[in-house]
């Protein structure tokens, strides 16, 4: 089973109404972050680019997004208005999800990621010569 095909047949799993939220979500971090492979990681959708970039899942009254703690802290302002806690967000399902919030949270994870990894890698080089 292709990943595509987990994360579908988990967004399938829920409520219709759910299903829109949960495939508005989807459609907004894939776009934010064309580049990152979608997979299922601890049982809800999760967009990976040098690592994990951000998770959502839903649940019965609201769709939680997981963009690790550094993109909460980041965005802890704008975030203000949302339950959550140190590394997820709470967004009702009553109201419409912030998409350029999530879209400007999943770039600043994607160059999270990325400078990580060049970090990384030229560590890496560093101690080779």
Do not use: C, W
Not at 119 to 125: G, I, L, R, V
């Amino acid at each position: 089973m292709s990943k595509s095909t987990e994360v579908d047949n988990y967004i399938a799993g829920f409520p219709t109404d759910t299903q829109k939220v949960l495939e508005q979500m989807r459609s907004t971090v894939k776009l934010a972050a064309p580049e990152a492979q979608e997979i299922m990681n601890y049982g809800i959708p999760t967009l990976a680019l040098e690592g994990n970039l951000v998770h959502f899942g839903g649940f019965k009254s609201h769709i939680g997004f997981y963009p690790a703690p550094s993109g909460i802290e980041a965005f802890k302002e704008q975030l203000s208005v949302f339950k959550g806690a140190k590394g997820s967000i709470q967004f009702p399902l009553d109201q419409p999800l912030p998409i350029d919030l999530i879209t400007r949270i999943t770039k600043f994870r994607v160059e999270e990621n990325i400078a990580k990894a060049m970090a990384k890698s030229n560590k890496k080089k560093l101690s080779k010569s």
